[in-house]
């Protein structure tokens, strides 16, 4: 019934590791979105995908790799990873104009900590 | 980028009491949303307002909008423990949203 879910939910791994985060969506949303969310709280957006294509490319290290294989999925990448990395990265899905009075749907997080 | 600020950064009240929140941004809208977050946890919609609109309520929640000023508030009355939690104002442009830094929201019993 879930409808944004992310995993893992925990992800702690060695600096210079390659890891994925996968993200699915059932609500049908056409647009989906990864967002990185830091110690001190704020949250910056990094991708989105509508239908499968890139949308916005925020500055982010090319480090970081996002995949839509459809627009249910949108899996995030991160080559070599580093201490600076460690955050909690959101999905997140929306209609097409992202203007429903449901907003955006969030998944529940995935706690990176690169030691 | 960060779009917007948020002001208080931090408010701290008796339940009962009303909570205001402020949201200042600085690029065109279609529309503005605000969101809760509870520690540890994901992101809850709160409530979306579109441009052309001013004011709009969900239950406890009163949000208004000045687009001259650039300015949303988000009014929560007869605030409850159950409250308490960060409160984050976002702005959407066409499927581009962003957010301010939020307002991390204390309710004492």
């Known amino acids: 019934d879930t409808a944004v879910s992310q995993t893992p939910k925990y992800l702690v791994t060695q600096m210079g590791n390659d890891k994925s985060i996968k993200c699915e969506q059932n609500?049908?949303?056409?647009?989906m979105y990864w967002y990185k969310q830091d110690s001190k709280k704020f949250l910056k957006i990094m991708f989105s995908?509508?239908?499968?294509?890139?949308?916005i490319n925020e500055t982010v290290p090319n480090r970081f790799s996002p995949k839509s294989p459809d627009k249910a999925h949108l899996n995030l990448h991160i080559n070599s990873l580093e201490l600076g990395d460690s955050a909690v990265y959101f999905c997140?899905?929306?209609?097409?104009?992202?203007?429903?009075?449901?907003?955006?749907?969030f998944g529940s997080g995935t706690r990176l900590t690169v030691v | 980028s960060q779009q917007g600020e948020e002001d208080p950064q931090a408010l701290s009240i008796q339940e009962g009491e009303n909570a205001t929140m402020n949201c200042s941004y600085k690029?065109?809208?279609?529309?503005l949303q605000w969101y809760r977050q509870n520690s540890g946890r994901g992101l809850v919609h709160l409530i979306l307002?579109?441009?052309?609109?001013r004011e709009k309520h969900s239950g406890r929640l009163r949000v208004t909008l000045d687009t001259s000023k650039k300015s949303s508030s988000l009014l929560i009355t007869a605030s409850r423990a159950a409250d308490t939690a960060s409160y984050f104002c976002?702005?959407?442009?066409?499927?581009?949203?962003?957010f301010g830094a939020g307002t991390r929201l204390t309710v004492k019993p």
């Open positions: 997140a899905s929306s209609p097409r104009g992202g203007g429903s009075v449901y907003g955006y749907t």
């Open positions: 976002a702005t959407d442009n066409n499927n581009d949203m962003r």
């Open positions: 690029t065109s809208i279609n529309n």
């Open positions: 307002i579109r441009s052309n609109e």
């Open positions: 995908y509508n239908n499968k294509e890139l949308i």
């Open positions: 609500l049908g949303h056409d647009t």
